[in-house]
Every structure is written in structure tokens, then in C-alpha cells.
T-cell receptor, first 114, second 114 residues
Framework: NAGVMQNPRHLVRRRGQEARLRCSPM?????VYWYRQLPEEGLKFMVY????????ESGMPKERFSAEFPKEGPSILRIQQVVRGDSAAYFC????????????FGEGSWLTVV | AQSVSQHNHHVILSEAASLELGCNYS??????LFWYVQYPGQHLQLLLK??????LVKGIKGFEAEFIKSKFSFNLRKPSVQWSDTAEYFC????????????FGQGTTLQVKP
């Protein structure tokens, strides 16, 4: 049973470009979460999605960031017009539908903005 | 608002020493509690979790944690550390009704000297 798959693992973007990070949840998991880990900090919740629905985006920056989890295909975290401060590790996690279950993390996507 | 505090930011131990990492949380309701480990360049792995029942929880790799409700604490322990335990350790909490939205502590870096 494959774990949470994220790609790319490492992404370098110039300031002003767009970054797209993809996440395929574990098989049988319908809930996806995105977290961001800035250097020297813990993980911060960004957004919680189910298929075709954003459930909680209270941790998302107001501008330039968006997330989706379409009916088919992986979840996408999109960052438009990246700035140096967006450089971070972005972790995706997934969980089954049943409440009370543990979430499982992917290996992360490291974004570097130059 | 929920918050998690990890008392030790950087811990250095010799092999075979005992380990205790502190974690305190603030939240008035019923919570689930977690410890995750992050080895260098890797994703977060679940060490152990507490949902209910016996407050002394045993996890993988010889780790255990004790939930003390009156102290809002969930400290991580291991009787004898190994060099391979060198990693960053994160305590996390979520409200019982909000499965995947974890609040993380800032992390503790453990360095075990051979």
C-alpha cells in the first residue's frame, strides 16, 4: 500500500514564477491536508480538502496561494508569483474518512525561491 | 486558541542515556495527542498517539509517552537512546472533532552522540 506521494520533491523557482505541488493521498484516503514548514519552525496547517471541496483553509495566506483536490487526480497546491519567503518544505497528509483516524504524511516538497 | 509548547529546543545526549522531551498543550476540550519524528531530509513519521484509554502509550522504536490531563502534558520518553534516534521530534494536538488539523509544537532537535 503506497504511502502519500508528493512531487516534485525539490522545486526551484525564480521570484514571480508559479509553483505547483502535487499530492496523491494513500489508497482509500479521501481527506487531504497541506502543511508548511518554514526553516527552524514547526509545521503549520494550511488547508484541509476533501474531493472537490475545501473544508478548512484557515491557514492559507490570503493571496497567491490556492489548493484543490479534484474528483480525479492528485491534490494541487498552487503558489503564484512566488517570493523568497515562500521557500519552505510543503507537506501533504491524508486520512481516511472516519473521524478519529491518524493522518499520514508524505515526504514533502522542498520549494526554493531564488 | 490551541497551542503546543515543547520545552527543549535542542537536546544532546550520549548513547544509552535516558530521554524525556516535554510537551504541554492548551485547549479546553477533548484532544488527540501525537508525537512525530522527522529524520534529516525525510517526512514525518508517527511515533505514537493518544486518543483515549490508558494514558501511558507505547509507540515504535521503544518510545512511550504519558498523558497527564491535569498538567496538559504529553511527555515523550525513551529509557536508552541510540545514535539512530538523532532526529527532530514534534508534539502535536488536535481537537477530537477535527481530525487532521494538527497544531504542532516548534520541535525538539535530538542529537545522540555515539
Amino acid at each position: 500500500n503506497a504511502g502519500v506521494m508528493q512531487n516534485p520533491r525539490h522545486l526551484v523557482r525564480r521570484r514571480g514564477q508559479e509553483a505547483r505541488l502535487r499530492c496523491s493521498p494513500m489508497k482509500g484516503h479521501s481527506h487531504v491536508y497541506w502543511y508548511r514548514q518554514l526553516p527552524e519552525e514547526g509545521l503549520k496547517f494550511m488547508v484541509y480538502l476533501q474531493k472537490e471541496n475545501i473544508i478548512d483553509e484557515s491557514g492559507m495566506p490570503k493571496e497567491r496561494f490556492s489548493a484543490e483536490f479534484p474528483k480525479e487526480g492528485p491534490s494541487i497546491l498552487r503558489i503564484q508569483q512566488v517570493v523568497r519567503g515562500d521557500s519552505a518544505a510543503y507537506f501533504c497528509a491524508s486520512s481516511p474518512e472516519t473521524a478519529g483516524n491518524t493522518i499520514y504524511f508524505g515526504e514533502g516538497s522542498w520549494l526554493t525561491v531564488v | 486558541a490551541q497551542s503546543v509548547s515543547q520545552h527543549n529546543h535542542h537536546v544532546i545526549l550520549s548513547e544509552a542515556a535516558s530521554l524525556e522531551l516535554g510537551c504541554n498543550y492548551s485547549y479546553g476540550g477533548t484532544v488527540n495527542l501525537f508525537w512525530y519524528v522527522q529524520y534529516p531530509g525525510q517526512h514525518l513519521q508517527l511515533l505514537l498517539k493518544y486518543f483515549s484509554g490508558d494514558p501511558l502509550v507505547k509507540g515504535i522504536k521503544g518510545f512511550e509517552a504519558e498523558f497527564i490531563k491535569s498538567k496538559f502534558s504529553f511527555n515523550l520518553r525513551k529509557p536508552s537512546v541510540q545514535w539512530s534516534d538523532t532526529a527532530e521530534y514534534f508534539c502535536a494536538v488536535n481537537a477530537r472533532s477535527n481530525t487532521g488539523k494538527l497544531i504542532f509544537g516548534q520541535g525538539t532537535t535530538l542529537q545522540v552522540k555515539p
